[in-house]
């Protein structure tokens, strides 16, 4: 597996981009979900896709996901657990695209919702993009029951960056943590530190680097691998 970079390194990307090479959040979170999407819909095509979308800007990637997916001929439906206005910055403005665009989305009120099975039920694919790099703990509720109930589907999953649950899991921080089980992750911008151990592609599954659209010479002075 390719050479890989830490979450803070990754989370120094964004930074560097809006800081020196004046790249909008708004123009990377569009670069990374439409990226991810035409995977998704190549790998996929026509299919039923359920994206499972958190508080933050890995959701905001997910709403962007199911935009482009849309006009690529998937099926999508949106399980999120929390509205438009209850979001800030990029992830709340591509929410409140996706809500007016009439997009189907099942706001999660309480996780013994019967939608939220059936949602499970119907999807060919889910997607998550609940909790990104940003969360190291282990998974609290909602998102461990939805979790589960995604880990028993019998949908392909995918996660986007890194599985939700995930950096507990790695860091063995509890003994009884629990992941979305991944059978394929697609990150962005390159294989986070982790991924090439032994055991991770069990949750992980297979590993596909996404790009989203920054200089190459940003990647050179982070010395971020490109290949």
Not at 42 to 64: E, F, R
Request: charged share 20%; proline share 5%.
């Amino acid at each position: 597996m390719p050479q890989t970079i830490t979450f803070e390194q990754s989370r120094r990307v964004d930074q560097v981009a809006m800081e020196h090479y004046a790249m909008n959040g708004l123009v990377l979170m569009e670069n990374a979900g439409s990226a991810a999407a035409r995977r998704i819909a190549q790998l996929h095509p026509g299919a039923s896709v359920l994206i499972l979308c958190g508080k933050g800007n890995n959701g905001g990637d997910g709403y962007v996901i199911a935009r482009h997916l849309q006009l690529l001929g998937c099926d999508v439906h949106l399980l999120a657990t929390a509205t438009p206005d209850e979001l800030s910055g990029d992830a709340a403005v591509n929410a409140r695209i996706a809500a007016r665009s009439e997009m189907p989305i099942t706001f999660v009120k309480s996780v013994h919702d019967p939608d939220i099975q059936a949602a499970m039920d119907a999807a060919d694919v889910i997607v998550d993009c609940l909790l990104g790099t940003g969360v190291s703990g282990p998974l609290r509720s909602p998102f461990q029951e939805i979790v589960s109930l995604a880990n028993a589907a019998s949908a392909v999953r995918i996660a986007m960056d890194v599985p939700t649950g995930w950096p507990a899991v790695q860091a063995e921080t509890s003994d009884d943590a629990i992941a979305f089980v991944a059978d394929r992750t697609l990150t962005f911008v390159a294989v986070k530190a982790g991924m090439n151990e032994n055991d991770a592609d069990r949750w992980t599954g297979v590993v596909e680097v996404i790009g989203i659209g920054v200089p190459k010479k940003l990647l050179d002075d982070l010395e971020i691998p490109t290949a």
